[in-house]
């Protein structure tokens, strides 16, 4: 199936940097990536739709200027914690969706970014 | 809006007996439905997936679900349960037509299977 990379896996930082996450699909095309966010425990939960060449689409209660992501080209999408507090610290999962294929809304998923912010 | 609901937040089984995750959804379209397993610390792993053909639907693992639409359910089972099994099991429902809708996940359910 096709593949999804997520870098870094893990990633610890201070209060008020930010950090930088990277989604690629390694063997496809994808016009649209998803970024969710899992608490401990608890389910994903969507945070905003990346879409290639445009602005991302934010979901309700997610803040677009703390949550910066860019979906540059066809195979990599970023997310941007900016300013990060220990309060975002938190397990970021991307997906993506393979452009032109049959919409079975199939998703493929990374393997996650645990961010911890001390 | 679809939804999906996860009847059970834990379940418990002992090794080689039947396992049963339930799941109810609600769409307003057709509805892709999956089955995701995720194991500690770890990304998703695509079980089973329902898009329209076969009710019946057989996945990795042994897993299998079956879509009953006058139910609105698609419960996930296996006959003989593995120790490597337990897990968090997510029931998961997207709206086939509209392009682009994510997925929207259920709560989850955890999965012990005892010795």
């Known amino acids: 199936g096709a593949v999804v990379s997520q870098h870094p896996s893990r990633v610890i930082c201070k209060s008020g940097t930010s950090v930088k996450i990277e989604c690629r699909s390694l063997?496809?095309?994808?016009?649209?990536m998803f970024w969710y966010r899992q608490f401990p425990k608890q389910s994903l939960m969507l945070m905003a739709t990346?879409?290639?060449?445009?602005?991302?689409?934010?979901e309700q209660g997610v803040e677009k200027d703390k949550f910066l992501i860019n979906h540059a080209s066809l195979t990599l999408s970023t997310l941007t914690v900016t300013s990060a507090h220990p309060e975002d610290s938190s397990f970021y999962i991307c997906?993506?969706?393979?452009?032109?294929?049959?919409?079975?809304?199939?998703?493929?998923f990374g393997e996650g970014s645990r961010l911890t912010v001390l | 809006a679809q939804s999906v609901t996860q009847l059970d937040s834990h379940v418990s089984v002992s090794e080689g007996t039947p396992v049963l995750l339930r799941c109810n959804y609600s769409?307003?379209?057709?509805?892709?439905l999956f089955w995701y397993v995720q194991h500690p610390n770890k990304g998703l792993q695509l079980l089973l997936k329902?898009?329209?053909?076969?009710?019946l639907v057989k996945g990795i693992n042994g897993f299998e679900a079956e879509f009953k639409k006058s139910e609105t359910s698609f419960h996930l089972t296996k006959p003989s349960a593995h120790m490597s099994d337990a897990a968090e099991y997510f029931c998961?429902?997207?709206?086939?037509?509209?392009?682009?809708?994510?997925?929207?996940f259920g709560k989850g359910t955890t999965l012990s299977v005892s010795s």
């Open positions: 997906s993506a969706r393979v452009a032109g294929g049959a919409n079975t809304g199939e998703l493929f």
């Open positions: 063997d496809f095309q994808a016009t649209t």
């Open positions: 990346s879409n290639e060449g445009s602005k991302a689409t934010y």
């Open positions: 769409s307003s379209y057709s509805p892709s």
């Open positions: 329902y898009t329209s053909a076969a009710t």
């Open positions: 998961v429902v997207s709206d086939r037509n509209q392009a682009g809708t994510a997925l929207i």
